[in-house]
């Protein structure tokens, strides 16, 4: 963490690496899910709308021109965000990724993916890619507990992911854990005991969001009413206390969620990311506290 900061996010990480603002370009790859293409469901996990967890993606070149008035000197990671970009034959998977990487203007790739879906050939070519190019792989998490994993229609174990993630850094990959908060059914102690496995296993980096009901999930079927956070300020104190258990050098890349309006149901107020991390900010320095103050881990 630099100079005031009181959590390291990603975009600190990148400017210390990079030296430059970086910006991460969500790309849809046309892959699909073993959750919805019937391999394991038809009706995906129970908060993913119809489109994937990424409702944003256009083209590389398409991205860097909108963006290059504001930041012309913008570093670029590819994102493969939509569906679970590791679903597809090698040989497919390998053109999409390099093709990429060929772009001057492409500075590594990040691959958000399902950890049921990283078979032997598809880890190495991961960590051919990595032994050259800036990487990382994002594992969907959510939760710990078997019980909301099921109602949540996930598809995979504790014991799968645990599996994955432990090969991926044997690997020497880079990986981002995703943990949503509110799952219904899921006290405090339940997101507590979710996030300190998560520090345990000391990813490169970590996502913390509030559960979204957005139209076309089957939560917004079953459970149109459900309000996973009364308030801001009620999920921005559950966020700094979680931040406090993160061990101060994984990166946070994200503490809020990124739904598009029109999709956003509950809560009302998710897509006001600027007021929660604002709040988020403000309660850290209300608490005189930061990232890591509660894990007994303290790097310089
Ligand atoms: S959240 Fe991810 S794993 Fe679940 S159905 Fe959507 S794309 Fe598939």
Redesign the pocket.
């Known amino acids: 963490m630099q100079g005031g900061e009181r959590y390291f996010s990603i975009s600190n990480y990148f400017k210390q690496t990079f030296g430059e603002k970086t910006i991460k370009l969500s790309l849809d790859a046309g892959f699909t899910?073993?959750?919805?293409d019937g391999t394991l469901g038809t009706g995906?996990?129970a908060?993913?709308s119809s489109s994937?967890?990424g409702e944003f993606a256009s083209s590389i070149s398409e991205q860097i021109e909108l963006l290059s008035e504001k930041w012309p000197n913008a570093r670029h990671i590819a994102y493969f965000q939509?569906?679970?970009n590791t679903y597809a034959p090698v040989s497919v998977l390998r053109k999409y990724y390099y093709d990429a990487l060929s772009d001057p203007r492409i500075d590594g790739i990040a691959i958000a993916t399902?950890p049921d879906c990283l078979g032997e050939d598809v880890l190495d070519l991961l960590e051919e890619i990595n032994r050259e190019h800036f990487l990382w792989v994002e594992l969907?998490l959510q939760t710990i507990h078997p019980k909301t994993s099921e109602a949540m229609g996930?598809?995979y174990s504790l014991d799968t992911f645990h599996e994955a993630i432990t090969e991926l850094h044997r690997r020497g990959i880079r990986t981002v854990v995703h943990v949503i908060l509110g799952l219904p059914g899921e006290s405090r102690q339940d997101m507590f005991d979710t996030v300190s496995y998560v520090a345990r296993l000391h990813p490169f980096g970590i996502k913390l969001h509030m559960l979204n009901i957005v139209r076309g999930s089957r939560l917004y079927d079953t459970m149109p009413d459900y309000v996973p956070f009364r308030s801001i300020e009620e999920y921005c104190e559950l966020v700094v206390d979680l931040l406090e258990i993160i061990p101060e050098d994984i990166t946070v890349h994200r503490l809020t969620a990124d739904t598009q309006r029109g999709l956003l149901v509950a809560p009302e107020w998710s897509y006001r990311k600027r007021t929660i991390l604002n709040r988020i900010n403000l309660r850290l320095k209300e608490r005189d506290t930061r990232q890591g103050a509660k894990c007994g881990v303290h790097n310089q």
């Open positions: 899910c073993p959750n919805r995906g996990c908060f993913c994937g967890s939509n569906h679970t399902r969907g996930i598809g």
